[in-house]
Antibody
Framework: EVTLVESGGGLVQPGGSLRLSCAAS????????MHWVRQAPGKGLVWVSR????????IYADSVKGRFTSSRDNAKNSLYLQLNSLRVEDTAVYYC??????????????WGQGTLVTVSS | EMVLTQSPGTLSLSPGERATLSCRAS???????LAWYQQKPGQAPRLLIY???NRATGIPDRFSGSGSGTDFTLTISRLEPEDFGVYYC??????????FGGGTKVEI
């Protein structure tokens, strides 16, 4: 079975940091580009970042650029998102998602269950 | 930046009825790289349609997508009770940002 499982969410104070993880199984993780998407409570989906299959290239939404860093360890079938300088408006459920296109342009065909990040003092 | 506008905001229908959801793009979507997702409360989104009109694996044939350029439609031919939720469109013809629409809530 193809699955993605996120972990690492929690409560953090403004200005703090958190590292999210996404464990992949059931497919050749190293062949797929991956994304992070977030959803604030009661709001819609917002794309956050994308990382190339070999980890060599990353891009970010303007709202998180310079604060968030996406990385991956293909040997461990794992994707990561380092969240620094967190703001109250970063509060959201964070999803990892697989790019099903086999390259840089594809629909998100597999999603994790999400992990909640709450930024509050 | 591409903007996707979904309408209506909420659709209230009965089982067996037809649902028509619209997604309008501010610019032409490259190669009709437009996807539709369904999200139920407390769950992750699920891919329904990719490439504007292709059903994803395991998606019932009552779901269909159509359109090109800037105007796209998701149709649910005969609503089932389990079809309630929020539906999002997304363009993936531009690598960044991968824009989502604001969503349409389908109430059964």
């Amino acid at each position: 079975e193809v699955t993605l499982v996120e972990s690492g969410g929690g409560l953090v104070q403004p200005g703090g940091s958190l590292r999210l993880s996404c464990a992949a199984s059931g497919f050749t993780f190293s062949s797929f580009w991956m994304h992070w998407v977030r959803q604030a409570p009661g709001k819609g989906l917002v794309w956050v970042s994308r990382i190339k299959s070999d980890g060599d290239s990353t891009i970010y939404a303007d709202s998180v650029k310079g604060r968030f860093t996406s990385s991956r360890d293909n040997a461990k079938n794992s994707l990561y998102l380092q969240l620094n300088s967190l703001r109250v408006e970063d509060t959201a459920v964070y999803y990892c998602a697989r790019d099903g296109g086999g390259g840089p342009l594809g629909a998100f065909d597999i999603w994790g269950q999400g992990t909640l990040v709450t930024v509050s003092s | 930046e591409m903007v996707l506008t979904q309408s209506p905001g909420t659709l209230s229908l009965s089982p067996g009825e037809r649902a028509t959801l619209s997604c309008r793009a501010s610019h032409s979507v490259i190669s009709n790289y437009l996807a539709w997702y369904q999200q139920k409360p407390g769950q992750a989104p699920r891919l329904l349609i990719y490439g504007a009109s292709n059903r994803a694996t395991g998606i019932p044939d009552r779901f269909s997508g159509s359109g090109s350029g800037t105007d796209f439609t998701l149709t649910i031919s005969r609503l089932e009770p389990e079809d309630f939720g929020v539906y999002y469109c997304q363009q993936y013809g531009i690598s960044s940002p991968r824009t989502f629409g604001g969503g349409t809530k389908v109430e059964i």
